[in-house]
């Protein structure tokens, strides 16, 4: 995990599509993604990306109708509405994914470290 340090912002995990980032003060996380940063706090956060994760790809990618290949997210409180196409969906859940991976990693190495301390 890097540190941007003016702006006490640590990166998370950070794709060619965008980046998630955790605020040191607040413990709050940035997405960045789609040219605009969305914050959140952790329990929403962590239920955004359930919502982005439970998806249904096939269903989108095989469903005719015209409105089909779009899907409308709107994170819990707040004030951003995401409409993504199956390929936008698929990066923010490479994003969301690898943030989650390298969160549990962290805490395992915490853990960890507190125990042989």
Do not use: W
């Amino acid at each position: 995990m890097q540190t941007k340090t003016s702006t006490h912002l640590i990166e998370v995990f950070q794709t060619e599509a965008g980046a998630v980032y955790q605020c040191e003060a607040s413990n709050n996380f940035i997405l960045e993604f789609g040219s605009r940063f969305t914050y959140f706090k952790p329990t929403n956060f962590i239920d955004f990306s359930k919502r982005i994760f439970a998806v249904d790809l096939e269903e989108m990618a095989c469903n005719t109708a015209r409105h089909a290949d779009l899907a409308i997210i709107m994170p819990p409180y707040s004030e951003t509405c995401f409409l993504l196409t199956i390929s936008e969906i698929i990066q923010l859940q490479r994003i969301l994914g690898g943030a989650k991976t390298i969160l549990h990693l962290n805490s395992i190495l915490r853990t960890s470290q507190l125990q042989f301390a």
